[in-house]
């Protein structure tokens, strides 16, 4: 009877899981990196390229072949809305004007992996943390 | 057993409220360590919390709007006239402020009315901060289905399909005694009751399910995906309906864990402000009782010298209270003369006069003889006359010249001792007391002579909650009682104060501590005495921290254990959240 009540509720309790970002940390190549659904997320802001890398819960990098992203960026108090393409390996590219300002940028972005509903995350840019 | 069979009633129970739950779970794919259960709280409304440093938001559907609450993160404070920008679903909607309420913006949206999982981008732009934020917004899909008749939370328009059917009347009853009696059966120990409990549970699904799929004439095209979650999403219907029509769910309320559910309503309207919690150095400290007394160059007496009969200055006799300027006449002594003084001085008046009219017609005859003797004659008896006249004039008032009493400094009368008319003696006796209000001072006695010889600054508060800048200014070198006087100077003190009311001092010592300095009102009592304060957890929960406090000054603490560096801690509204019940 146990058995069956954990099965019951374990069905019951799946259903509404949602992601909770970790707090911002530094990721191998340099970017603030976060959670994104079942996914780590690193965004690197260098010039006006906006370049998301994405591994695995495991931090293994994952082919992003097929995969689409938006990013919504808040920099100097204005929002702006780019598609970021697979750039090879684990990295989604696109172009942002930035005008340089890295500090206190914040991204959130939106990614579908193929065959995936999309997981969105959240960094910002240029805080040590919270 | 027992303790598994409760989890597993708990489980249940949390599944069941999970789908209206701010879902507050951990993500699937890989594990995050130390992370603490948080307490699922059933909304009755879907709601969505997020945060970033600057910014808290709270979203919550209210049939076809989106009610969003926007506050500062670390203080709590609502923030208004920020351009909010909701995007889900592809879809980018500007939320307008809501008129009349400080930090709420309301948008309608196409998407609010689709059950499902959203996921929500809101862009903030206010005047000094400006932020994106990320949510996943969960309506089930009984509030979608009442949201398309027009109310928010489809409890009405389950209960209105219930009232209209009478066998869905019927089953709810069912179900409603299958809860019960599955409560029962599973808090109850024994194997026959378990399979008792677990047949009723199964018969309880089989009948919500049953009520899920039984509704009339709504679109079935997700009701094949849509199997499972339906449900789970029916008997939640039922819990929502009992929360809504007690008036629960929207009301703050206890947890069981003991934390508060506040929704963002209910913390504008308590005014609830926090404050990030920072470790800090502070002087170390120690209590003492004082008083409130006059400065020696600030208080005034006025006595009289000699002894007499009272009588009225020219706007009469001061009262208590009375503000008056230095030199101010307060009130004359009529000198008492005795009669045998006043036989004395009338028989030398009458002398100086008998010797007045002789000395006056020697200069008479003398002025006729100007020129036959010699002038020096005539010139001392004009001196002696003049000598005998200011004799009599000394004399004569000395019978009825009175004595004034002038205020001796600018102060405010505290002692009136006379009545108009009242005979007092010289010296011995205090007629009036005179203090200057702008320069008292605080005498505190010690115990310890340690803490005398370390004194560096204090703040009184007195018992009406008044805080005082105290200066430390000496502390006299004999005890008194056994005890050391020490004696502050008050800086710009306050209007209201008066000699002789006592204060609670708290006077810093040499040496530091270290903790988390807080104002004192963030410090509550629990229900069993002890200290605590609330701490705002997420967006609309709060927990109490049993603390250890130790006063910094009149108007803070410091805390050096219970609670972490950059917790938000309640300040103003603490004593309100703590009368929760």
């Known amino acids: 009877m146990k058995f069956s009540t954990f099965v019951l509720a374990a069905v019951l309790l799946a259903a509404p899981a949602t992601a909770f970002a970790d707090g911002p940390k530094i990721g191998p190549n340099g970017g603030a990196r976060t959670d994104a659904g079942p996914y780590h997320a690193e965004l690197v802001l260098k010039g006006n390229d906006v370049v998301l890398y994405v591994t695995d819960g495991a931090d293994k990098p994952l082919d992003v072949t097929g995969a689409k992203a938006e990013a919504t960026i808040l920099a100097n108090k204005q929002t702006q809305k780019i598609t970021l393409e697979p750039a090879g390996a684990n990295a989604l590219k696109g172009q942002a004007n930035l005008s340089g300002a890295h500090d206190s940028v914040k991204v959130v972005t939106a990614l579908t992996m193929p065959g995936q509903k999309p997981v969105q995350a959240r960094f910002e840019m240029g805080h040590a943390g919270h | ?581």
């Open chain 2, 1 to 581: 057993m027992t303790i598994r069979r409760l989890f597993a009633a708990a489980a249940v129970a949390a599944s069941v409220a999970a789908p209206v739950a701010f879902p507050a779970l951990a993500h699937e794919g890989h594990a995050h360590g130390g992370e603490e259960p948080k307490p699922v709280i059933a909304m009755a409304a879907p709601t969505l919390e997020t945060s970033s440093s600057d910014l808290e938001l709270v979203a919550v559907v209210q049939g076809k709007h989106l009610l969003v609450y926007l506050d500062r993160f670390a203080t709590n404070e609502p923030v208004n006239g920020a351009a909010v920008e909701v995007t889900a679903d592809g879809e980018a909607v500007t939320a307008s402020p809501v008129p009349g309420e400080n930090g709420v913006y309301r948008l309608e949206a196409g998407w609010l009315s689709k059950p499902g999982a959203h996921d929500l981008t809101v862009s903030i732009t206010a005047a000094d901060a400006s932020d994106l934020l990320i949510g996943t917004l969960e309506i089930p899909a009984t509030a979608a289905v009442a949201s398309v008749t027009g109310n928010g939370n489809g409890v009405a328009d389950v209960l209105g399909r219930v009232r209209q059917d009478s066998g869905l009347l019927l089953g709810a009853a069912m179900v409603f005694l299958l809860g019960v009696l599955t409560t029962v059966a599973l808090t109850q120990r024994g194997r026959s009751r378990t399979v008792a409990g677990a047949a009723l549970i199964g018969l309880g699904l089989l009948l919500a399910s049953g009520a899920a799929f039984a509704h009339g004439d709504e679109d079935h095209s997700q009701d094949n995906k849509d199997k499972a979650p339906a449900a789970a999403v029916a008997p939640t219907a039922a819990t929502t309906a009992a929360m809504a029509t007690t008036g629960v769910s929207e009301s703050p309320r206890r947890l069981p864990d003991g934390s508060l559910y506040v929704p963002k309503p209910s913390q504008r309207l308590l005014s609830v402000r926090t404050t990030v919690a920072k470790p800090q150095e502070a002087a170390q400290t120690v209590q003492l009782i004082g008083q409130i007394v006059a400065d020696p160059n600030g208080g005034g007496h006025v006595q009289a010298t000699q002894t007499g009969r009272i009588e009225p200055g020219d706007k009469g006799l001061p009262y208590v209270g009375q503000r008056v300027a230095a030199g101010q006449i307060l009130a004359y002594i009529a000198p008492a003369v005795t009669s045998v003084e006043r036989g004395g001085l009338q028989q030398q008046i009458a002398s100086v006069e008998q010797e007045i009219v002789i000395a006056q017609s020697r200069v008479e005859r003398l002025r006729k003889l100007v020129g036959s003797v010699p002038q020096r004659d005539i010139d001392e008896a004009e001196a002696t006359l003049k000598g005998l006249q200011r004799q009599r004039a000394a004399l004569s008032p000395a019978l009825t010249t009175k004595e004034a009493l002038k205020a001796p400094i600018s102060g405010v009368v505290t002692a009136n001792n006379v009545k108009v008319g009242q005979v007092v003696e010289g010296r011995d006796q205090v007629l009036f007391e005179i203090v200057d209000p702008s320069r008292l001072m605080v005498e505190a006695v010690a115990f310890d002579p340690r803490v005398a010889n370390s004194v560096r600054g204090a703040t009184a508060t007195t018992a009406d909650g008044v805080t005082l800048t105290l200066e430390h200014l000496g502390h006299s070198l004999a005890l008194r009682q056994q005890a050391i006087p020490l004696l502050f100077q008050i800086n710009t003190p306050p209007q209201g104060l008066s000699v002789g009311q006592p204060v609670r001092i708290v006077a810093q010592i040499h040496g530091t501590m270290s903790g988390i300095v807080l104002p004192r009102q963030s410090v509550v009592r629990g229900p069993n005495g002890q200290p605590l304060v609330w701490e705002h957890e997420s967006a609309q929960r709060f927990v109490a921290r049993p603390v250890r406090t130790q006063p910094v000054d009149g108007n803070t603490v410091l805390v050096s254990a219970g609670i972490e560096a950059e917790a938000r801690i309640v300040t103003d509204g603490a004593g309100l959240l703590n009368q929760v019940r």
